[in-house]
């Protein structure tokens, strides 16, 4: 039997003091069916494994991680974890299928693409989606000054969002006629910035490139010439002009406007609004030789993502990921846009309450209609080079995507009173159609070929 700190309310009135300022209670042999009663209503399970690492890059949207650690919740579990920064997304995909990593924060498309066929082949699964939203396309400030006549203005002659890929047409025309390839960044070929990137460009009749079995560099045909920049190098590649704008989430679009380097010109909101952004992962292996274990993760993650969506925290939450051993980024930056403002030219801060969703709006269920977006637009583009059956993506999708994982660990929460049962979605894994894309596409997941075929520019299936 596993040894775990408990509260005991038989103890005296001394010890309750100082369990309030942080005491710690003596030891007891716990039953998983027991409940650790006064400062913590949590049902500990047998936890197989309780010594963790995890891995995350330097993102606002790792965000969980950091408060399931901060505010208490992996402990809350039985679980002790350390959190460690990865260097770009391929190290952090590589540790994982390693076993060095016992689980990371990660692009949606990695786990997708490890067991679609894309990139390096693995068992991976998510039981927890990390958040919604939380992208940007950033530009440089003299594609901007281009891009600017052509972007409708309001009454007070400011910029009417969403704007469209349509006013930076004739900027990538100048460029080429001035010798110039028109370059932009985005952090890995399956990151949700890839896709949204180049969503956004072909909207606006502006090929991104496509990939084949051959050539997986993604520029054929393009237009646009995507390449790969890891996240927090973003900013000096885009002032270095190796670049001239870039797809990234929080907080290197605030960044540049922080430096004075280049404009945001839409986010993903306006992309596709509630999109899907990262998801917590770890491998089919650790999961069915640890399944206690990972319901309790996500128990703990559940309750993060909570704790960020209620805004008397966002500011604590700010101070927290402003630390080195998480974003590293100063407060005024990751405040831009954590704390329901976002900040496109210097000084025209606009109200984005959504731009970082944790909880609302089921952000962390794991949606097989999520996942088959990703699965449809690596079709789109060519990383899958070859037509698949519309069963193919349901198939594919339920053997990475585990909501089943998350209904047990939100089931415990409900029990223990940390959310309301009114939180469980009642769903078959699949949200509603919806059009809420910035060209009014309607997206069906049960009717992936048709969704693929509704596109002018990208591969068409029968």
């Known amino acids: 039997m596993k040894s775990l700190f408990t509260k005991s309310a038989l103890i005296l009135p001394l010890a309750v003091l100082l369990f309030a300022c942080g005491g710690k209670g003596s030891k007891k042999e716990t039953t998983t069916e027991e ?111 281009k891009m600017k006549p052509n972007v409708p203005k309001d ?4 910029p009417i969002h969403p704007i469209k890929a349509e006013a930076l047409k004739p900027v990538i025309t100048e460029y080429k006629n001035s010798g110039k390839a028109f370059k932009m960044g985005m952090v890995f070929p399956v990151s949700t910035h890839n896709y949204e990137i180049r969503y956004w460009l072909a909207a606006a009749g502006i090929h991104p490139g496509m990939y084949t079995a ?78 206690n274990t990972a319901v309790a993760v996500t128990k ?8 960020l969506d209620e805004p008397a925290n966002r500011p604590e939450a700010v101070k927290i990921l402003s630390m080195p051993q998480y974003v590293g980024a100063d407060e005024v930056v990751l405040a831009n846009s954590m704390t329901g403002t976002f900040e496109f030219e210097k000084g025209d801060k606009r109200e984005m309450p959504d731009f970082n969703v944790f909880y609302k709006y089921n952000a962390t269920y794991p949606f097989y209609s999520d996942g088959i977006w990703f699965l449809t ?51 078959d894994g699949y949200k509603p159609v919806t059009t809420d894309f910035i060209d009014g596409t309607s997206y069906d997941a049960k009717d992936p070929i048709g969704y693929i075929n509704s596109f002018s520019i990208g591969n068409k299936d029968k």
């Open 35 to 145: 409940v650790v009663t006064e400062t913590s209503k949590t049902k500990t399970l047998e936890i197989e494994k309780p010594q963790l690492t995890f891995g995350f890059i330097k993102l606002t949207d790792m965000a969980p991680l950091a408060i399931a650690k901060e505010k208490g919740f992996f402990e809350d579990e039985g679980l002790f974890v350390s959190v460690e920064a990865q260097s770009n997304w391929k190290n952090v995909l590589d540790r994982v299928i390693d076993g060095q990593l016992d689980g990371s924060h990660m692009l949606a498309g990695q786990p997708i693409a490890a067991g679609a066929g894309f990139g390096r082949q693995a068992e991976l699964v998510t039981p927890f989606s990390m958040d919604l939203n939380g992208n940007g396309i950033t530009v440089s400030n003299d594609v901007w000054s």
């Open 155 to 158: 009454a007070n002659g400011k």
């Open 214 to 291: 051959d050539n997986v560099q993604g520029q054929i045909d393009a237009e646009v010439l995507l390449s790969v920049t890891p996240p927090p190098q973003m900013p000096a590649t885009l002032e270095a002009g190796t670049i001239f704008g870039y797809c990234v989430g929080e907080p290197w679009n605030q960044q540049a406007v922080f430096k004075g380097i280049g404009v945001p010109v839409t986010t993903n909101y306006d992309i596709w609004k509630n999109n899907p952004e990262k998801v917590f992962v770890m491998t089919k292996k650790f999961v069915d030789e640890n399944p």
């Open 300 to 307: 703990a993650l559940i309750r993060a993502g909570k704790w």
């Open 377 to 427: 637009q690596m079709r789109r583009w060519g990383q899958i080079p070859e037509t698949k059956p519309a069963a193919w993506y349901s198939e594919t999708i339920k053997d990475i995507y585990r909501p089943d994982i998350w209904k047990k660990a939100a089931d415990l929460l409900v029990e223990e009173g940390y959310i309301p049962s009114a939180d469980i979605p009642k769903t």
